[in-house]
């Protein structure tokens, strides 16, 4: 808003360049295409047009009106035996798409089915098969740890009992399962009310003192818990600012001390290999926004360097057209030539 009066002109400017600036990736111009078609049906044409190329996964993303639903689920007929297409359907179709749901349970029972996948499956068809079977994979021993976690996480809120009984898996994985596990089930029992936030800040503060347990999920339980409990913040900082300053340090530290933070990551970019310092940059960017320029300059420097290799620069370049308007052509050139 300027002066009272909505910014229409630049808003819809804005939107049209992520449809064909080199830098922007198909799932942003789906974003972009809805955001457009949310000012104006009118729009709708244009935005249908600016994502045409996109994979059948995300176009189904896109709400674009009545005929680019068709169109979808077109697509998505003419390859049933897709389990990607058979989703689409379930999720798109008006009337009940047995074909689909029938592929879909078969997807679930074949023993090959990525566990992940398979618990996302059984969710989408929980209008048709309820809910019992995620519930058995829940509260199955012979499960693993992270199985059950998912599990646990997709029904939390459908039933008194069913968030019970995630409290008490969740317990259970933050002191026992694995440590990039561990911590995350801790964080998630700081959302399960007073008395999951007490079994949480109990469980993360064992990781943080821990010094047998990986430096990553020390960090990440460190910053979880600083957050999640304010009178926690000045201990967890200072135990922060004691490690070692690698990219996780500096990135569970930048949230509290954002300009301490840039500096030392600055620092660290200097000697890095160059994924390094396009993380690091990365970290900057969004840590303090007037150490953009700064970030900007460095994966300058890494987009333009013949001996790296070609995803980095290109990542590098990504990041620098978003950052920098004095190198924005610039770095759109080198998107090109890498991807030509």
Not at 139 to 161: G, I
Not at 186 to 199: K, N, Q, V
């Amino acid at each position: 808003m300027y002066g009272g009066i909505p910014c229409r002109d630049e808003v819809i400017a804005a939107i049209r360049d992520v449809f064909t600036a080199p830098e922007r990736t198909a799932a942003e111009r789906v974003e972009a295409a809805n955001a457009l078609v949310d000012l104006s049906p009118t729009f709708i044409p244009e935005a249908t047009q600016a994502i045409a190329d996109v994979p059948l996964r995300l176009a189904a993303r896109a709400d674009l009106g009545p005929a680019h639903r068709d169109t979808v689920l077109a697509a998505a007929r003419r390859a049933t035996d897709s389990t990607q297409a058979a989703h689409i359907l379930l999720r798109l179709s008006p009337t009940d798409p047995h074909d689909a749901i029938d592929h879909l349970r078969q997807v679930t029972r074949d023993p090959r089915t990525a566990d992940q996948l398979r618990i996302r499956l059984l969710f989408d068809l929980r209008q048709y098969d309820g809910l019992a079977p995620i519930r058995a994979i829940r509260d199955d021993p012979s499960s693993s740890d992270a199985v059950r976690w998912m599990a646990a996480m997709s029904l939390q809120d459908r039933h008194t009992d069913d968030r019970a009984a995630a409290a008490r898996i969740l317990k259970r994985l933050a002191t026992t399962a694995r440590p990039a596990l561990r911590w995350r089930a801790a964080a998630d029992l700081m959302t399960f009310g007073p008395r999951g936030r007490e079994w949480g800040a109990e469980a993360l503060q064992a990781i943080v003192d821990d010094e047998t347990l990986p430096i990553t999920a020390r960090t990440g339980a460190a910053r979880t818990l600083a957050i999640e409990r304010p009178d926690t913040r000045r201990r967890m900082v200072r135990f922060l600012q004691d490690l070692p300053p690698s990219l996780p340090v500096l990135e569970a530290r930048s949230e509290f001390e954002p300009t301490e933070t840039v500096i030392a990551l600055q620092a660290l970019a200097k000697d890095a290999d160059a994924l390094t310092q396009v993380r690091a940059a990365e970290a900057m960017a969004t840590t303090h926004r007037g150490y953009r320029e700064v970030a900007a300059i460095i994966v300058r420097r890494v987009a333009h360097d013949g001996g790296v290799p070609w995803h980095v620069r290109l990542r590098a370049a990504g990041d620098l057209a978003k950052w920098s308007d004095l190198c924005l052509q610039e770095a759109r050139d080198v998107i090109t030539r890498l991807r030509s």
